[in-house]
């Protein structure tokens, strides 16, 4: 089993910045692809950006120029630097990875319990 606890949500002005962490934990063997998705309001959860093991990236349309995702592999921990914020991304942040466990074996997708972002206008 993989445990991923996220950290960094909260209350930001339109303009401002916020940074995500997103620690992974457990039998884990390998992580592939980590990522973050968000759920606003009444919608459904979208992509925002994911990042594989070798450090490619890809963004979301909404969010490119403005955020940044990295992560740090001997940490198994993801990233996503959120500069020149705007209300229209306030949302629920979830954390996300795909990763090889030794218990139970096999590859399977975890998700965090997600962070609350609001930005204010």
């Known amino acids: 089993q993989v445990q991923l606890v996220e950290s960094g949500g909260g209350l930001v002005q339109a303009g401002g910045s916020l940074r995500l962490s997103c620690a992974a934990s457990g039998t884990i063997l390998s992580i592939n692809d980590m990522g973050w998705y968000r759920q606003p309001p009444g919608k459904q959860r979208e992509l925002v950006a994911t990042?594989?093991?070798?450090?490619?990236?890809n963004y979301a349309d909404s969010v490119k120029g403005r955020f940044t995702i990295s992560r740090d592999n001997a940490k198994n921990t993801v990233y996503l630097q959120m500069n020149s914020l705007k209300p229209e991304d306030s949302a629920v942040y979830y954390c996300n990875a795909e990763a090889i466990t030794k218990r139970p074996i096999g590859l399977a997708a975890y998700w965090g319990q997600g962070t609350q972002v609001t930005v204010s206008s």
């Open positions: 990042t594989s093991s070798r450090g490619s990236t």
